[in-house]
């Protein structure tokens, strides 16, 4: 049996309230290549970022409008990596032609050596579909057919075709094409209309924050989905964990925080495996980047064998 992979959303690029922690708010990019190399050198899966075009002022408060954007910020990041995976979580696929993200998100697995996983999902800021024009209520049936697009202009042709309601094209040439023979495509979300959407068109998925208690009927939505429709082969189940600190933290951590010596979050994340899981998107409580890029260095080396 193999472990569970563990993988990482990067600070400082999408800085919501939720999860960002205070000093995030004066990091720049000398912050980020420190933090995607730890990750790196420390045996991590991927490193994610995410994908806001605009925020509105009635949620800039709570979301903020620091929102690197992901095809460039993952581009900047591979020149400086050299195994981890690159990974949207998730673009917004639905606000772009498909033809224009294929264009961009190729030319990173290529320049990267085939390290993309694109993650998609079907947003949820009205504002930002009104302003590029695409209709915010049937977002779900818009991304629908453009992982459909994604996948015909993704794949090995240089000519995709695809002829949808939405979209139409065919004799436009793309290169480079992905290195990857396959870019694996993850649908992010949690309603029953993500989940869907996951099992019957993605290669695996991204829950947006469900507590331990709720995966495993998702998981076995997902697995009952998938054999209905008579799909095959693998499929990546994902989760993102708690908060966590290795160690005891001596400040105030929040209490849905898990703290405490390698073999006890090991013992607690196992848990993840035990449901289904095949990897983790993991996020540590920290105070200033030298306390992160510890915390990372400390669980490739002691929590990550362990899984």
């Known amino acids: 049996m193999t472990g569970l992979a563990y993988g990482i959303q990067l600070p400082v690029q999408s800085q919501s309230t939720i999860y960002a922690e205070p000093w995030e708010a004066d990091a ?28 509105p002022r009635r949620l800039a408060t709570a979301m903020s409008t620091i929102w690197y954007d992901p095809v460039a910020t993952l581009s900047y990041l591979a020149g400086v990596t050299e195994r981890v995976q690159l990974l949207s979580h998730v673009a917004v696929v639905g606000l772009r032609h498909p033809l224009l993200t294929a264009k961009q998100y190729a030319t990173l697995d290529h320049l990267s050596g085939g390290r993309l996983i694109l993650g998609v999902g079907a947003g949820h800021v009205q504002e930002e579909f009104e302003v590029l024009g695409v209709d915010f209520e049937r977002r779900g049936p818009v991304l629908d057919e453009t992982i459909d697009a994604l996948r015909a202009a993704l794949g090995p042709d240089e000519f995709p075709e695809h002829h949808g309601k939405l979209y139409d094209f065919e004799g436009l040439g793309q290169r480079p094409r992905p290195a990857q023979e396959h870019v694996p495509l993850w649908v992010g979300g949690s309603s029953p209309a993500a989940v869907r959407r996951a099992a019957l068109k993605g290669d695996g998925w991204l829950p947006q924050g469900d507590p331990r208690a709720k995966l495993p009927a998702q998981l076995e939505r997902i697995r009952r989905l998938r054999e209905e429709a008579g799909i095959e082969g693998p499929f990546v189940f ?70």
């Open 28 to 55: 720049g990019p000398g912050d980020l290549v420190e933090i995607a190399q730890a990750a790196d050198r420390a045996g991590f899966a991927y490193i994610a970022g995410c994908d806001h075009v605009g925020v």
């Open 238 to 307: 994902g989760a993102i964990t708690e908060p966590l600190y290795i160690g005891e933290p001596g400040w105030e951590v929040g209490r849905r925080t898990l703290t405490g010596a390698p073999e006890v979050l090991a013992e607690s994340l196992r848990a993840y495996g035990a449901m289904g899981v095949d990897q983790i998107q993991v996020r540590f409580r920290n105070r200033d980047r030298a306390e992160l890029t510890d915390q990372i260095t400390e669980f490739g080396a002691e929590v990550g064998p362990l899984l």
